[in-house]
């Protein structure tokens, strides 16, 4: 592994822990600085939704409001550099506390994040993101949890 190899690996790290804290921080917008403008998006292993960065970033805005605390913890990823793209996959597990309406109760969920990115002038972006279906699980979810609400548009 060379130089640029060994730093194209830290920043995608750096990249990759910044999409966590900015879905945690619930800072939205920051999540410009993690995906590229046309980036596609998956989170429909979840019960989530597929679309546009500019369409999940309302989606994720009304979603993570049902959630007063998150804390999406990263494993280390499996990032294979070729040139100026690169592959990524990533674990995660995810403690979510529900809001008063559900008794403030706690679940978890764990998925794989599959992603491909991209060298731009700013850095490195996610072009697409996937959690994959396989991987996907989920832990003491309430009963009387709502589904994630639809996309907008």
């Known amino acids: 592994m060379d130089v640029q190899e060994l730093s194209d690996i830290f920043e995608i790290q750096k990249l990759l822990?910044?999409?966590?804290?900015?879905?945690?921080?619930?800072?939205?917008?920051?999540?410009?600085?993690?995906?590229?403008?046309?980036?596609?998006?998956?989170?429909?292993?979840?019960?989530?939704?597929?679309?546009?960065?500019?369409q999940i970033k309302p989606w994720l805005r009304d979603s993570l409001s049902r959630y007063p605390k998150t804390q999406h913890l990263i494993g280390l990823p499996d990032i294979v550099v070729d040139g100026d793209t690169a592959r990524s996959r990533v674990m995660l597990i995810n403690p979510m506390q529900c809001g008063p309406e559900l008794r403030d109760e706690v679940f978890l969920c764990g998925c794989v994040y599959n992603d491909r990115l991209v060298r731009t002038a700013d850095g490195w972006r996610i072009t697409?993101?996937?959690?994959?279906?396989?991987?996907?699980?989920?832990?003491?979810?309430?009963?009387?949890m709502p589904p994630a609400p639809a996309l907008e548009g």
Not at 21 to 35: C, E, G, P, S, T
């Open 128 to 144: 697409h993101r996937v959690e994959e279906a396989q991987n996907f699980w989920f832990k003491d979810v309430p009963p009387d």
């Open 17 to 54: 822990t910044r999409y966590v804290f900015a879905i945690d921080d619930k800072d939205i917008d920051r999540l410009d600085q993690v995906f590229t403008p046309d980036a596609e998006i998956d989170y429909t292993a979840a019960g989530g939704v597929k679309g546009s960065l500019g």
